[in-house]
T-cell receptor, first 113, second 113 residues
Framework: NAGVTQTPKFQVLKTGQSMTLQCAQD?????MSWYRQDPGMGLRLIHY???????DQGEVPNGYNVSRSTTEDFPLRLLSAAPSQTSVYFC????????????FGEGSRLTVL | KNQVEQSPQSLIILEGKNCTLQ??????????LRWYKQDTGRGPVSLTI?????NTKSNGRYTATLDADTKQSSLHITASQLSDSASYIC????????????FGIGTKLQVIP
């Protein structure tokens, strides 16, 4: 039972570099999302998708890009990394219903120097 | 503005003791309330989910309550174990739209021998 798989688990970048955080789920969930978790703050939504080919912005989308070409995969791209993007990133997925439980990946810790 | 506030921010209890964590929210229109457990370095995992009509939900030693009139929820942990050491996050869902959620900052619980 893989659930939601995120890679890499740790990454160090220099300011201005770009990278992609990978997220894959094997539960056939329509809804997938990316959050960032910072000290003293609740999880904040970056981008989300309600199905293949459909994405939309969340609360803090600036500096990030997403695409959803398949139901299973939802990569998050950092276009030009900034120190303010140092954070722990979580991918989560669920079925589309209102009471659907969110299933989270294990997180990706990103440090931007 | 939709907000979820949790108290206390942190808590230390002796193994075997009970404790209660609080969650107050100002979310409208309310859809559901969830408690998640997040172990250090891991992704959050759902403990309970409650809708408007439910006022109590149990999951083993975890019991969540919901008072939709006062917009308060609590998570009671009975006979705590060392493995209960974690952050507990209250998450409130908003009905309508694409099922938005607002996360609390969490309560960090440490159970000591």
């Amino acid at each position: 039972n893989a659930g939601v798989t995120q890679t890499p688990k740790f990454q160090v970048l220099k300011t201005g570099q770009s990278m992609t955080l990978q997220c894959a789920q094997d539960m056939n969930h329509e809804y997938m999302s990316w959050y960032r978790q910072d000290p003293g703050m609740g999880l904040r939504l970056i981008h989300y998708s309600v199905g293949a080919g459909i994405t939309d912005q969340g609360e803090v989308p600036n500096g990030y890009n997403v695409s959803r070409s398949t139901t299973e995969d939802f990569p998050l791209r950092l276009l030009s990394a900034a120190p303010s993007q140092t954070s722990v990133y979580f991918c989560a997925s669920r079925f589309r219903g209102d009471t659907g439980e969110l299933f989270f990946g294990e997180g990706s810790r990103l440090t931007v120097l | 503005k939709n907000q979820v506030e949790q108290s206390p921010q942190s808590l230390i209890i002796l193994e075997g003791k009970n404790c209660t964590l609080q969650c107050n929210y100002t979310v409208s229109p309310f859809s559901n309330l969830r408690w998640y457990k997040q172990d250090t370095g891991r992704g959050p995992v759902s403990l309970t989910i409650m809708t408007f009509s439910e006022n109590t939900k149990s999951n083993g030693r975890y019991t969540a309550t919901l008072d939709a009139d006062t917009k308060q929820s609590s998570l009671h942990i009975t006979a705590s174990q060392l493995s209960d050491s974690a952050s507990y996050i209250c998450v409130v869902g908003h009905s309508g739209g694409y099922q938005k959620v607002t996360f609390g900052i969490g309560t960090k619980l440490q159970v000591i021998p």
